[in-house]
């Protein structure tokens, strides 16, 4: 259904917060990859092994099995561990997007806390990591990644804010 009138020349519609966000936060899960990838390149680590761990022991808990046989089904999980990533990105994104925080700062700071929780209590919870037995190295290498998703989000859905656009002056 389309809107008319005061509220659509002004760009606002329902799911404007949510998509706004859910672009930020697919924006914000390239710069924690990146970071990630980079992390791996200066310190010669190998990708980590959660996000397999993770659809594996999600399949065990519901009951749902991933289809296919030895090296097919394989790669299932190894697509499927990023996909949940992605997910959880695009999700504290979209979450971010209906709060709409007026401070840049703010909203990275309620990204990062975000992301940090979306990705580490389901792995917790199904008893694949357990947070409160990570160094401070650990932490640290946990953190940065999510930081950089929590800037690249809230900065990112600041500049898809209608009310900035407006405020921008017309470029000729």
């Known amino acids: 259904m389309r809107q008319t009138g005061r509220k659509a020349r002004r760009g606002h519609f329902p799911a404007a917060g949510p998509l706004a966000g859910a672009a930020a936060g697919a924006a914000g899960t390239s710069a924690l990859n990146a970071v990630s990838y980079l992390d791996m390149v ?4 190998g990708a980590s092994d959660t996000p397999t761990e993770s659809v594996e022991r999600l399949s065990e808990v519901t009951g749902v099995p991933v289809p296919g046989e030895g090296a097919t089904r394989e790669n299932r999980v190894a697509g499927l561990g990023p996909l949940l990533g992605l997910a ?5 994104g979209a979450a971010l997007g209906l709060v ?21 209590a389901p792995m917790a919870a199904l008893g694949i990591s357990d947070p409160r037995r990570w160094s401070a190295g650990d932490w640290l290498s946990d953190l940065l990644p999510h930081a950089a998703y929590g800037l690249v989000t809230a900065w990112t859905l600041a500049r898809l804010s209608p009310a900035r656009r407006r405020r921008t002056p017309a470029r000729r």
């Open 88 to 92: 959880t990105g695009v999700g504290v």
């Open 100 to 120: 709409r925080p007026r401070h840049t700062a703010v909203a990275a700071a309620l990204a990062t806390t975000g992301a940090l929780v979306g990705s580490n």
């Open 42 to 45: 200066v310190r010669g680590r």
